[in-house]
């Protein structure tokens, strides 16, 4: 492998590693105020995928189609919540579905998605237009190296969001709120914390951030209605390496995950993409509060 | 009486289902039937193992196409390439998704919920990925050909002897699943779903029943993939997605989750489900979420759930039992002695050190528990009682100094292993087991004793007999003891409070400890309830037992215990009678926070 070689392949990485970030976020702080998550939270990238080639392929400009994209998925995560996720806690954890019903009935809205997605768009790959630059392979030179521009701008577009992410928060009312019912909710309402609205908040956010995920996806792969499970588990594998609970964990192994997954897949063309998923699952047997959790016993 | 053993029927029922399987494959209408019959036979078995895994365990497992597809792929191509007879490659599929079974079991023994469904999840999609690329072994999506099928050289009546064979292994599979619930197997797996913390301390190595749980489901997924693979000669990866997975799922969450007939039900309604929408397949996808939200958002307890509901009402009518009377049994003192064998052991605590972060919890803790004595740990709130407690049941790890039950030290064993030694706790939120019975809760806690369990039971099961009747008497006479025998069948949610906390007591007791450890026994009971949880624990004393018990009430503490030992700020501040701790100027500053005394610390108290 050459120097200038290895470096796209690392930009490359970069690039999916931000997206798989992203997208652990929403898994990360769905998990963090109510223990659950969105087992469809890649089909739900999926969706915005979609969405968002449709409305830049009928000619809306492209904050326009960013924002009706946003909107689009907020509503999806706010039904989410309301309709398949909360009525659940009428039952305890004893009753039959258990106290894991939530990852059925999330996988059972990612089922109805792809085949709705199937029904409108077909079941053929697309190819996503470029978002920022006016050719998919418009290529600009650094030192001696050439770099898609397209790539680059994703990866700014990705962290920058990451960064949003994380003002949010860190630095805003909504933040502290959140944190606040993540540690209890029950303490949350005494501080005259509106509960049940942060909560659907928090799905909220995190259909956003599989919306901005799946918007900055699409031109870095081909967009199909069955590609959002391969999402899901690998922001699964990113939000796990960060213990579910540690949002820089999840922004450092989700960027490794993806440098790992394009090295591994130059290496071995035919099974490397399995490699860093297979790592993780050893880690999970080594380090079960992930590399960068805290572990916690399970004493009542 | 029929409601005594509902069991009574189980053979005729048995008989029943051997006659039909030998008969269906002429009863069938043609012979699509047949092929109907096999796929429900092996689909069946993996749904049972599903069945045990999430609904007995509560493990989620995503991935079981994966182990159906390692057994298919096992069998189909030792047999199809290799050339090898159907009873020794069979045989090999079979060990091959055990063996991943174990593999992948051992992420389920160190992760919960969650992770593991996420394990799961990945591990189904590495197998459909390898099965997809691995052309040159698997034949990928074309497909592996020329798979020998079930036919014993009768090619004619293949079809037949593939049903015979199928049939076959799901009522083996289904006696399995049916003695695995009605056994002390299915108590200790409803347990360790309901309260890992309560399995250990009833001495459940929860790690080993996981991981066991987990492998078994894996084979049976295995199993079921076998049998598909030589149902249909034809192997594909396309056939172990993760559709699979799901369709297996529903199968088991519309039967019914933790109902040993719910996988037989869900597996019909499945495959009937299967064939309707075939002709819509353009809407499966939706036809299957849609079914998914519906049964756990509406019927979350599925079919076997609704029949049930059906038939409750005409078992009430025809068994009227009144509600458990309010307050507690006034005749504790009146009932025979608890029965037991070992006489109380000591208990002792020596240098125990303990800190969080940083935060010292504990600091160079040391008592003793004479043998046959009620023994009192208080203390202010945050004084570490809890954590202490913790370590001495073995669910938190001391930093430093060691733990030693009678004439054994059990520093470094874990929750289970000190529960075998002989230390048996109550819990301060209450940990019973909601799905069982009182008197299954208290058999929990009982050791298996020579006669017990074993073949003979299971012959005597297997012909509908009473299997368990040993253990029950002993129960029984745990719960006579305690004056609450006549609440044996009754559900821990249908008593009231207190009595709840007596069956608590009964569960230690069945487990005829050496010392025993209860955390506020009487916290949230009335003085009259109190007053009866303080003769039955003086009876215990008296007939030998050790008791250690945390409690709040100090008027309980004071009127029962032969010693108290005082914790605050996790040191040892008294530790002698009640009386003379009463009149402790320590103990009395700690209580109320006297000036004239320094709060006392680390240097100034010293262990006695």
Known sequence: MTLTNFIQLLVTGVAMGAIYTLTAKGLFIAH?????????????????????????????????????????LSLMGWGLERFAVRPLDRFGAGRAGGALAWILTTAGVALILQNTVELIWGKSSQYSPPLFSDRRDNVIMIGQIGFFLEELLIILAALAAVGGFWWALFRTR??????????????????????????????????????????????LVTVHPHMGLIFTIKALAVASLGGFANPLGILVGGILFGVAEALANYWDSKYGDLYPLLFVMAMLVLKPSGIFGESKADVR | MSAQNPRRLAPLGWLLAIILVAAWPSLAPNPFFVHLGQTFAYTAIAVIGLNILLGLSGQMSLGQAGFYAIGAYGSAITATSFGWPLWLSMPFGLLAAGLVGVLLGLVALRTRGLYLAMATLAFG????????????????????????????????????????????????????????????????????KESESFAQTVGLNV?????????????????????????????????????????????????????????????????????????????????????????????????????????????????????????????????????????????????LSKSYAGVVALRDVSFSVAPGTIHALIGPNGAGKSTLINCVAGLYRADMGSVHLGQDEVTSLSAHQRAWLGLARSF??????????????????????????????????????????????????????????????????????????????????????????????????????????????????????????????????????DRVTVLDHGVVIADNTPLAVQGDKKVIAAYLGAEDTEAPNSEKATAP
Not at chain 2, 138 to 167: E, H, K, S
Not at chain 2, 312 to 334: D, L, Y
Not at chain 2, 457 to 466: D, E, I, N, S, Y
């Open chain 2, 428 to 561: 301060q939120n209450l940990q019973l087991i909601s799905g069982l019975t009182v008197i299954e809760n208290v058999m929990l806690g009982l050791r298996r004793q020579a006669g017990e369990g074993g073949i003979r039971a299971m012959m005597r099961w297997v012909a509908g007999l009473p299997h368990e009747e040993q253990e029950r008497a002993r129960a029984l006479a745990v719960l006579d003891a305690l004056a609450i025998a006549h609440l044996a069948d009754r559900t821990p949610a249908q008593l009231p409070y207190g009595h709840r906390k007596l069956v608590e007591l009964a569960r230690a007791l069945a487990q005829d400890p050496l010392v025993m450890l209860l955390d506020e026994p009487v916290a949230g009971l009335n003085s009259l309830e109190a007053q009866q949880i303080a003769t039955a624990l003086r009876r215990l004393r008296d007939s030998g037992k050790t008791i250690l018990l945390v409690e709040h009430n100090m008027e309980f503490v004071m009127g029962l215990s």
């Open chain 1, 174 to 219: 909504w933040g502290r709120d959140v944190y606040t019912v993540a540690f209890n909710p029950d303490a949350a309402a005494l501080f005259g914390i509106d509960v049940r609205r942060t909560v659907t908040s928090v799905w909220v956010m995190a259909a956003i951030l599989a919306a901005i995920s799946g918007i900055l996806v699409g031109p």
């Open chain 2, 207 to 351: 790690s080993l029943w996981r991981t066991g749980v987990f492998t078994a489901s894996a084979l049976l997924a295995g199993l079921a993939g076998i049998l598909f693979a030589h149902q249909s000669g034809f192997v594909s990866s396309d056939a172990f997605s993760i559709r699979l997975s799901i369709a297996l799922l529903i199968a088991a969450v519309i039967g019914g989750l933790g109902d040993t007939r719910g996988p037989l039900l869900g597996t019909a309604i499945l495959v009937a489900i299967a064939e309707v929408i075939a002709g819509f397949h353009t809407i499966g996808l939706i036809i299957y979420g849609g079914i998914l939200l519906a049964v756990l958002l509406l019927v979350p307890e599925g079919a076997v759930g609704m029949l049930r509901g059906a038939i409750r009402p005409m078992r009430r009518a025809a068994h009227p039992s009144p509600i458990a009377e309010a307050g507690m049994p006034q005749a504790v003192a009146t009932r025979p002695p608890p029965p037991g064998t070992r006489r109380g052991g000591s208990l002792e605590v020596v240098g």
């Open chain 2, 125 to 192: 999609f590495i197998v459909e990925i390898w099965a997809q690329r691995a052309v040159d072994l698997t034949g990928g999506t074309m497909g592996l050909f020329g798979v020998p099928q079930l036919d014993f050289g009768d090619f004619r009546n293949a079809a037949a002897y593939t049903f015979w064979i199928c049939a076959a292994a799901l009522l083996l599979v289904q006696l399995g699943s049916d003695w695995v619930f009605s056994s002390g197997t299915g108590r200790k797996l409803r347990a360790i």
């Open chain 1, 32 to 72: 963090l105020t109510t223990n659950r998550v969105n087992f469809g939270q890649g089909d739900f990238l999926m969706a915005a995928s979609f969405l968002s080639l449709a409305a830049i392929g009928a000619g809306l400009p492209l904050p326009v189609a960013i924002v009706a994209v946003i909107i689009v």
